[in-house]
């Protein structure tokens, strides 16, 4: 970890409460990363349902293989007239639950009206008596798993208001000075960001704290939603200290505007490998996954169909989630959302995505042993995304975008670009925050790096990517990666501080247009490129592209490592055209350990996805095809090696002489003993 | 009429000044439905113009057969300098008016710096004053015929300043307590949306009360705009008891954004429906219809053709109107539109659109008689809208639409859908509000209400459908009509009200997407859908269409009708592919009696319109051909046993031997004896 | 002039200053019209940068053939901890100019948080004090060659503020009453725009003041941007009293939206003719000319190629300019624009777009005399634009455009298609203001004027436009100029001023749609149309063109001249379709004295530019080649009477037995002995 210096709000109580270290003391599953994966839906509970219907939707979580489910105790619905409790309609839900044995993530959701979080001190007393209410008396029922603090954690914005402000004035003045100062430039002040970054941490912990004073052990869980664009303000790993275990919510129709249709699972395996970094050690799942058909709701509004269903609980669990939630199980009935999301019918029977979802849960529980000890299988292989690169997207958003590499998003499109052609290839990465990396093994051979696009590489980080590269490590780097520091300060020029290790410097940046080429010579490589091509003044590097005199791509040895450098963005214009053939193509020269893997595509695959784990002697892939038509593949590795069982296939796939076939929108899971 | 509760508002003052029944009393024409229809069109006076001008101006009127104008009464532009008043440049128009025989509709407008309604109790005296002035100086002329309160009334958003906020605190306090409840969930609050359609009415009437201070008995007509969105907070039928007749404004330019130019005659006749049936036992016509170019003005800016001109007068008195005034004579000269909308040139001479008029005003006046006594020939076809469905679009409005389906508007297109199919097809229909409909007549045989994509049925219309149907009529629903209640609680699910009615319930809604067909069985009929597919769990309904093993829609038997259930967006469908032949072909089986409507095509007629009228023992048709060639067509019906006499044709149609023959952009008018 | 009254508000203090005539005691280059042009690129200065670095840049300034630069003297970077001065960082600069014999103007640059113009009378008397403190210290350096007042003037609203208020409270006291007031008709109130347009000289002749009170002889140039819209609030002409020389900000990504890249060569030539119209007799140049690559910043983001900046320079040089400055020469490494504009590339060594700047610089520097004396061939015809066009484009500004015709800027980019059209005939041509135009003269045989869409033709105009006509100037009028006065008020109709002059009025405007012909008859020429069609009631003047019985153009002679009047919008029509063939047509045939010309392509060059110089007996033609093609072409006029010498062509082409060969974005500098 190279981010001593990142965490020090969250730092201020946390000794005093010992929150560290709680997660052992849990009698329940789910709270260490050998336990099964667990499935559920979310029962909503509003006034007007009746008790009947309630003990209907728990009897339907159990005859669908379901184990657990979140309640959004909505402060509103559990008043009684004057300001005094009525909590008769939640524990009929309560009391259902015992009676099929779910567990019950009670979600907090005190009246704020409509704030994200307190407006003022004496809001956040309400919270708190809230909190104290609630949690009391819902720990006394057996199914109470434990607690969700917030829905959907970690506001984008600090809101100018009492709470906030003081916050941010006390952070203020705790804030020790700034190492490093861009050589004593005037740059950009990205204070708001970090506080925002801190904030997010703190005022989770602080409502951990409270519901801690009632119940010291009950599960405490969160689900941070449109994870792509959060990451911003969310330091995902700050957080697990006082998290038994992490979540997210990951709906197509309003968090995967990055992607089409197609790429649905993919980004469902993204958003996972985003959680699965953040919790660290900590078992993770998904909270919310979309259940059901929109209205009204969303951005892009959809109905999952059960295929789809069926490829996001396989690609949780091919990520190494521990199961997931859906929302949700029964509509709503007033308000947003009314009659949208479900699982269940409107006669409460289950609809086909609910039946795929229990026969998905169903499989697992048949070979729960194998699924708990399953963990995913590392390629060595580590997209990494700054937040920097965010901030300084958000701060520089242009008058007027006209092209997609300048748009917000653009660098975490990059990013995406990679995973998603590894995953054509059948190979794991890990996506995660550069923070989040561990650059202080001895060691980094077999261990590859890709920066794609992010434009602002901190110079805190600049040490750690120096280290990785000179112990052994392969960095992959692309597109504007590394033009500023995490002040918005331009590095390139006089004094780039990766210059050793990239084997020189930027020469010029130049606008192209939407679409150009870059060509690698011996063997040649035709990347398409898009937007921007960058020329470099090569030091030590070879150069292996060229645009008139001038080196389009380098290659550098560095100590035991090398950085390949195309600083043009040709990942994201695989990405727009989506073709990622070419992209593969150099990664499979270029990754270190590539052929290392056990499990991989004998070639690339469009619009596969595969996901490997380990249990024991055994491995599991999962495989996902979203191409149009049905696919005959091998695999390369161990297959051959092992003898393949077919534990899942949704649409008639199957294994014959080493062959796999999977239909198109099919998900296939295949034990390897 | 089973909208009792909805009218409390507007009954408190009624009694007092017993303004129901004032209509007898006057002398003049456009009082009752036996007036012949006359036209017009406004003179708008501004300073700058001369007296001689003016006069030229109403002898044009008097030349192009008109009798009648409308003439904003600026208060601007009554105001001597030390606030006295100088009414001499408006004395000008009227006496010219008396000198040429036109009257005139004097259209109040008060200086409110921009508002349309009071912003203070102190501003409402300003206007009470300037009423007391206006008429009771003009009321003086014997061209004086009456008075328009306020120019296109209706606010859509009530403002947060002291008039209506005391408007709203006094209706507050009046409101009874709601009798329904939506079973005690807790639903959307639309008190906003009742209080402005109750607001509006009230301070409609309360001008109507200070003109009738001055003015017992001179005509008040108003004319609300935009009427497609207006619908949603204007009560039409609630301000009759004040009015003598009334109107509306109906610019292509301005008000008709839900359909192409092609459209623009069915458009003027869906305005001219829904104006009809707001009122009631009221003679209407249309206010301001455009008359001439648009430079800057306007949403979807044009000048229409002489044959526009044609066709949107004849559609008028096809659905029964009284007649038209144009929106304008001359061009304003200063501010807004100066240079636009007129129907005299910069030479004041007529321009071809103004020839047209005279020529239509001509061929009305031949035939007085047969005009004055024409009612359009009911088919039994009404096409109701809820404005609940417009408040919950409103509500729920998406933060990204993605389809046409979810826009605030579908459930008015839908409706407009059949609207266009019926007049292709040379059938007559309703078009309005679910609350000036009659639930309480002995039987409906032979009667059709068409709900399309109502998203809302309100709880106090679900006892008048079932009596409709249990009574003989024909209900058909689709699209998610229905889904919510007023309160935008789903009803779907456990106890859906219309159950028995519909013989089955909805089971579940999903996204298809922007096109899928919905297949009806024996005989087979396909029918493009849009955006969401609704399955149906029958109970005594029978299925008519299947997707997997769910049905898509059903028949239902009841009582002494029959429902007819597509829960798709079957008709917004055809809307965007602009080709109703399926759904001519559905409503052709379905419609109770259609074949006994005395004309209509003898086939689906794409672009054609017809519209009919009686008139003692003669029929009127009105036929107006938008399609892009020549057709040649016959009628069903009465045509064969009767004589046919042609009216008018613009563009050479003519009738041979049964058959017509009428060009493109035709309007046609034949009088069968 | 006819614009007497229209600068009252700058008289104010012009005799106390006595700043007209000061321009002569200069001992520098470029305050005259016969100094030679030079070249120049910003070097931007912030804190961070070392002396060795400054020094580096100016040294490769002179290595470019460069002689000035501009430097904005940020004051934030200008002061030290305590609110003293620290100028150490700036002093580098100036030394390093000293070194190498560059002139530095000093662009003031007063912290004011952001805001254009002060906020309160207070910010006024900081910025005195720092125009003091910066004036003071820098102009004893001999490198200072003098000042830029403000970056960029002209502010497009008045906010409401101290300053302003009270700038236009004393601006208001002292407006003369309007001698002319649309008789009498409520016009529309343009007082805000006046007062605007008066305010930015106020503000600027105010800042000249200060720095005059430190400086009695340095230069003063000032650099408006964004010409196109600007020249709504900068009337430049009545700036000249007060500087030394004009100049502009002409970037390609933020200031061309009106242009495709394509045309990026043409758009610099019409910002120069509007600077070169406004500096009068002043000599002028371009301030600020993209020098490299955007990344966030700019509209339409783009990175010049080297072939651009040769051609932008020709034709600056080619408009009669004096050089440019181009914008940057190091990029900026903190903020926004970080890493991007620059010349240099990271290395500090010059990118091919340097290169290619310093070999224009130094063709121009081997016939310094040429270019000294070089002239613009002028060839009589003018394009006008009124202020007031944009001012009602602006007020009437429609809910919803539709069509380019009514969307802001269509007056101008219709004066721009004449402008490109007679580019690509290799014609000059003004393009200027109205009121900078001199209708005083004697005699306008083998004048033209051009009035293109221009809506408004101010009262003040009207005799001018008639003395021009009558003494022997042709007219060419299209669109709906002259449609309104300066008030909005529409003059078409009983009234028209210039009925006589164009020999009738108009009957009727009629949107027709986006395209549509109006063909004039013998010979027949057919010209693509726009949006409107106006019909012409003809007097005095013969028609030329017919729709129906209506004339659609006309031809009238007046006194010893003649108008074209063709009331629709055909230049912008063809602007629209790319394809200016048919108004080249109907120019050649028009425009009088085209034939004089000294040199004009023989046909018309799509894609090309020809602009000719005159220098005591020589000619200098300038060629831009924007076709697809290499081009092969000869010259009418001069050309076969005298010998070319080859200046200049960066792509190889040359000139063989009379005829030019040139390639595609190549630029060629003939002299012609």
Chains 1, 2, 3 share one sequence.
């Not at 952070?171 to 490093?180: D, F, I, T």
């Not at 409502?207 to 995902?236: M, T, W």
């Not at 992490?246 to 129709?253: D, I, P, R």
């Not at 073709?579 to 619009?607: H, K, M, V, W």
Request: glycine content about 10%; charged content about 20%.
């Amino acid at each position: 970890m190279i981010s001593g210096t990142r965490f020090r709000f969250s730092k201020l109580k946390l000794g005093v409460l010992g929150l560290v270290g709680l997660g052992p003391v849990f009698l329940w599953a789910q709270t260490s990363s050998t336990d099964a994966p667990w499935f559920g839906a979310e029962v909503y509970i509003e006034p007007g349902q009746r008790a009947a219907d309630i003990d209907t939707w728990f009897r339907r979580l159990k005859e669908a293989n379901m184990e657990v489910t979140r309640i959004r105790l909505t402060e509103q619905y559990l008043r009684a007239p004057a300001g005094a409790w009525d909590f008769t309609l939640f524990d009929a839900a309560y009391r259902s639950a015992e009676k099929y044995g779910i567990k019950i993530y009670g979600n907090l959701s005190p009246s704020t009206g409509g704030s994200e979080v307190p407006r003022t001190e004496a809001q956040w007393q309400d919270i708190a008596d809230y909190v104290k209410a609630v949690v009391t008396h819902f720990r006394q029922f057996k199914s109470c798993y434990g607690w969700v603090p917030v829905n959907e954690p970690g506001i984008s914005r600090s809101p100018d208001e009492e709470f906030t402000r003081n916050a941010f004035r006390k952070w203020s003045e705790e804030q020790p000075p700034l190492g490093y100062h861009s050589h004593g430039y005037a740059t950009f002040n990205f204070a708001e960001d970090r506080f925002l970054l801190d904030f997010n941490g703190w005022y989770l912990r602080k409502l951990v704290n409270e519901i801690r004073k009632y119940d010291p052990s009950g599960a405490i869980h969160v689900n941070p939603d449109a994870i792509f664009q959060k990451i911003a303000v969310c330091d995902l790993r700050s957080w697990t200290p006082f998290l038994t275990s992490l979540g997210g919510s990951a709906h197509a129709s309003w968090h995967f505007g990055y992607f089409e249709r197609a790429q649905y699972a993919v980004a469902v395996a993204a958003n996972c490998e985003i959680i699965r970094s953040g919790a660290g050690r900590l078992p993770w799942m998904i909270t919310e996954l979309q259940g059901g058909n929109n209205i009204f709701s969303g951005t892009a509004p959809m109905c999952p169909t059960a295929e789809e269903i069926s490829q996001w609980l396989w690609v949780t669990l091919g990520t190494g989630g521990k199961g997931a939630i859906f929302w949700c199980l029964n509509p709503r009935r007033a308000g947003y959302e009314s009659g949208e999301w479900a699982l269940l019918n409107f006669q409460n029977e289950p609809s086909d995505r609910l039946r795929m979802a229990a026969r998905v849960a169903q499989t697992v529980k048949r070979d729960a042993a194998l699924w708990a000890n399953a963990v995913p299988v590392e390629s060595g292989i580590s997209i990494l995304y700054t937040r920097e690169s965010l901030w300084i997207e958000g701060k520089l958003t242009p008058p007027s975008i006209g092209f997609e590499g300048r748009a917000p998003g653009a660098g975490i499109k990059s990013a995406l670009a990679y995973f998603e052609a590894l995953g054509e290839m059948g190979l794991q990465a890990r996506l995660q925050a550069i923070d989040d990396t561990d650059f202080g093994q001895a060691s980094y051979a077999g261990r590859t790096i890709i920066l794609s696009h992010q434009i602002s590489l901190p110079s805190r980080s600049w040490k750690g990517l120096e280290a990785f590269v000179a112990k052994g490590g392969k960095l992959i780097v692309d597109g504007l990666t590394g033009f500023y520091d995490e002040n918005g300060f331009c590095v390139m020029g006089d004094g780039f501080p990766l210059e050793k290790v990239f084997g020189g410097s930027l020469k010029e940046v130049q606008l192209i247009g939407n679409q150009f080429d870059v060509a690698l010579l011996e063997p040649p490589l035709t990347l398409p490129a898009h937007l921007w091509r960058g020329t470099i003044q090569p030091t030590t590097a070879a150069t292996i592209a060229t645009t008139g005199a001038n080196a389009t791509a380098v290659r550098n040895h560095f100590g035991k490592g090398e950085v390949i450098w195309i600083p043009s963005l040709v990942r994201l214009a695989c990405r727009i055209k989506r073709d990622y053939r070419p992209l593969a193509e150099l990664l499979t020269r270029e990754i270190n350990g590539a052929s290392d893997t056990p499990f991989r595509f004998a070639a690339i695959q469009p619009g596969m996805l595969m996901k490997t784990l380990q249990s024991g002697a055994s491995y599991l892939t999962v495989l996902i095809n979203k191409g149009p038509e049905k696919a005959t593949l091998s695999l390369k590795g161990e297959a051959a090696a092992r003898t393949p069982t077919l534990l899942f296939a949704d649409l008639g796939g199957g294994l014959t002489s080493g062959n796999i076939s999977i239909g198109p929108e099919e998900a296939m899971v295949i034990q390897w003993k």
